[in-house]
Structures are given as C-alpha cells and as structure tokens.
C-alpha cells in the first residue's frame, strides 16, 4: 500500500485584488518514482487547473522550478517524494518578485543582476569571424566550465540571509559569474574593474560566508570556494 501524501502549496495571485495569500491542502496518492513535478502536474489536472507553477525541462538543466520544499531551496523536478516525510510544504522561493501561487520572476532578477555585473565577456574587441578559434589551456576551459555550469535557479538566493535582508545583493550566483569572467583569459577586465562592481557590501565583502548557497546549490557548485578566492583577490584592490 502506498503513501497518501498531503501537500500544503502556497496560494496567491498578486494581480487579483481579492486575493489573499494562503495555502492549500492537496491530498494524492504516491506513485513509483514520483517527482514533486509529477505531483505538482497531477494536481493541476485533477484538482486545481488554476495552479500556478513553472517546469521547462523536468530534467534539472533549466532552473525554472525551484521552490521552497519543506523550507528548504531546491528543485521541484529533482525531488523525489519519496524522499520527504507525507506531509509537505511548498513555497515560492523568497526574494524574487511573485508571479503567482508558486511560480516567482528569477528571470527579471537574473537579468538585472548580469546587467548591473556586466556579466558578459569583454574581449579585446577584436573579433573575427573568419579566424580560427583562439586555443585556450584545457586547464582553463575546464574550470570555466565548472562555473558555467549555473543555471540561474535561485535557491542560493533564496538560501541566503544577505539576500533576504539586503535586495542589493548579488548573491552568489552573482559572484560566481563574476569569478567565471575573471578566470577567462579573453577578459581583457582589470582586478580593479572587477572590484568596480563587486567590491562593497552589496557584492563580496556583504557574504556572511555561512555556506548557505552552497548547501542548497542543486548543481553542487563550490560556491563558497569562488566567494572566498574573489574575496582574497579584491580585498588586494581596496588596500
Ligand atoms: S549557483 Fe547554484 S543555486 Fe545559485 S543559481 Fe546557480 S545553480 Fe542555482
Ligand atoms: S556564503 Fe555568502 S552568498 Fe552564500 S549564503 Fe552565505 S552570505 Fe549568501
Ligand atoms: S524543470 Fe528545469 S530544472 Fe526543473
């Protein structure tokens, strides 16, 4: 016999006037294998079709799903239900704006944080198209990717006590990127550019170092390492 699970969800719609936020109880029946997705879509179709959620991939590369799972940052689509007890909570993630019910616009933060880091590579600006590709140590490509492999979900925003009290912050998948760019030898930026829009409280010197980003990351990316080595190559700019 299997288990009857009872979810408790998060319900609000911020463009309706009369809405109040709440929650409400879902009860289904567990199946093999089930994900949160898998019973997130379930109840949509047979009991809420007005349900807000957001899946692109189901398969942990896209980052649209992540919620707060029994308090705690993570992906809805990696999260097995047989993994948490039968009563759970799920709740949008804090500090991104509300869409509605459980889907939050980490896009719109997303995109402000990469504009206002200048998140892009800024190469000597003399690229042609007809050359071969510039060669670069395997070493290099390799720890780049390592960073790369960020899918801007938001839980180590979500999981971060700086980004809760401070919405300036960009937490830490801001400084991974910027940790990202200053690893690539195509960056033509300065230690000095860099301490430019990362070097106050509102970038590296405003973590806590308490490692929340890192527990929640879903991609298992050593967060904690980039915030540190960021920390110790900036500080040399400020003295
Ligand atoms: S660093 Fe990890 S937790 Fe943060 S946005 Fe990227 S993948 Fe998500
Ligand atoms: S280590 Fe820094 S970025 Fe990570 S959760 Fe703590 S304060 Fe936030
Ligand atoms: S749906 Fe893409 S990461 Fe979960």
């Given at each position: 016999?299997?288990?009857?699970?009872?979810?408790?969800v998060?319900?609000?719609?911020?463009?309706?006037?009369s809405?109040r936020?709440?929650?409400r109880?879902y009860?289904?029946?567990e199946?093999?294998?089930?994900?949160l997705?898998v019973?997130?879509?379930?109840?949509r179709?047979?009991?809420?079709p007005?349900l807000?959620?957001?899946?692109v991939?189901r398969?942990?590369?896209?980052g649209?799903?992540a919620?707060l799972?029994n308090?705690r940052?993570?992906?809805?689509c990696?999260?097995?239900?047989?993994?948490?007890?039968?009563?759970?909570?799920?709740f949008?993630l804090?500090?991104?704006?509300l869409?509605?019910d459980?889907?939050?616009?980490t896009?719109k933060?997303?995109?402000?944080?990469?504009?206002?880091?200048?998140?892009?590579l800024?190469?000597?600006g003399?690229?042609?198209p007809?050359r071969l590709?510039a060669?670069m140590?395997?070493a290099?490509?390799?720890?780049?990717?390592?960073?790369?492999?960020?899918i801007?979900?938001g839980?180590?925003v979500a999981?971060?006590?700086?980004?809760?009290?401070?919405?300036?912050?960009?937490?830490?998948?801001?400084?991974n990127?910027?940790?990202r760019?200053h690893?690539?030898?195509r960056?033509v930026r300065s230690d000095?550019?860099f301490?430019?829009?990362v070097?106050d409280?509102?970038?590296v010197f405003g973590?806590?170092?308490?490692?929340?980003c890192?527990?929640?990351c879903?991609k298992?990316l050593s967060l904690?390492t980039q915030?540190?080595w960021?920390r110790r190559t900036?500080a040399?700019q400020g003295?």
């Amino acid at each position: 016999m299997g288990r009857r699970l009872t979810l408790t969800v998060f319900r609000h719609n911020p463009r309706e006037a009369s809405s109040r936020p709440g929650t409400r109880d879902y009860v289904l029946d567990e199946t093999p294998g089930m994900t949160l997705f898998v019973a997130l879509g379930r109840i949509r179709d047979e009991q809420d079709p007005g349900l807000n959620f957001d899946f692109v991939c189901r398969a942990g590369v896209c980052g649209s799903c992540a919620m707060l799972i029994n308090g705690r940052p993570g992906l809805a689509c990696r999260t097995l239900t047989a993994a948490l007890p039968e009563r759970i909570s799920l709740f949008p993630l804090p500090g991104f704006e509300l869409i509605g019910d459980l889907s939050v616009n980490t896009g719109k933060w997303m995109r402000a944080m990469s504009e206002r880091l200048r998140a892009w590579l800024h190469d000597a600006g003399d690229a042609d198209p007809d050359r071969l590709e510039a060669p670069m140590e395997p070493a290099t490509a390799e720890a780049i990717y390592e960073l790369e492999r960020c899918i801007e979900c938001g839980c180590c925003v979500a999981g971060c006590g700086t980004a809760q009290m401070r919405p300036d912050f960009v937490g830490a998948v801001g400084l991974n990127k910027i940790a990202r760019f200053h690893l690539d030898p195509r960056d033509v930026r300065s230690d000095a550019d860099f301490y430019e829009v990362v070097g106050d409280d509102s970038g590296v010197f405003g973590c806590m170092s308490l490692l929340g980003c890192q527990d929640v990351c879903p991609k298992g990316l050593s967060l904690q390492t980039q915030i540190a080595w960021l920390r110790r190559t900036l500080a040399r700019q400020g003295w």
